[in-house]
């Protein structure tokens, strides 16, 4: 079973930009890795997901074509980028995965078995 630790939240103005990666140890092949985030009084929210394998990816609504989400095997990393960020995209961004070596993974968290422990991403004037 793999472990993640997930880097580089911070403070950020609106209509910035933050990248948050999740460092993952052992092999990132055959897996389904997402990002999640849950505001503060708020239920945890699907973001992003990818294919470790093939590189398919799958998104909210509320973050296309402000997101991206990738993942580099020679780091044993994944990557979530944040442009054009809004106050509302304040919360603990966590990196999760579940065993899956093809198709288009998902976003729902019951699917995700494995959980780094978050880091915080503030976007405020």
């Known amino acids: 079973q793999v472990q993640m630790v997930e880097s580089g939240g911070g403070s950020v103005q609106p209509g910035g930009s933050l990248t948050v990666s999740c460092k993952v140890s052992?092999?990132?092949?055959?897996?389904?890795m997402g990002w999640f985030r849950q505001a503060q009084g708020r239920e945890r929210e699907g973001v992003a997901a990818?294919?470790?394998?093939?590189?398919?990816?799958e998104y909210t609504d509320s973050v296309k074509g402000r997101f991206t989400v990738s993942r580099d095997h020679a780091k044993n990393t994944l990557y979530l980028q944040m442009n054009s960020l809004k106050p509302e995209d304040t919360a603990v961004y966590y990196c999760a995965s579940y065993a899956q070596a093809w198709g288009v993974c998902t976003v729902r968290s019951t699917d995700y078995s494995t959980w780094g422990q978050g880091t915080q991403v503030t976007v405020s004037s």
């Open positions: 990818i294919q470790t394998n093939n590189g398919a990816t």
């Open positions: 052992g092999s990132m092949y055959n897996l389904c």
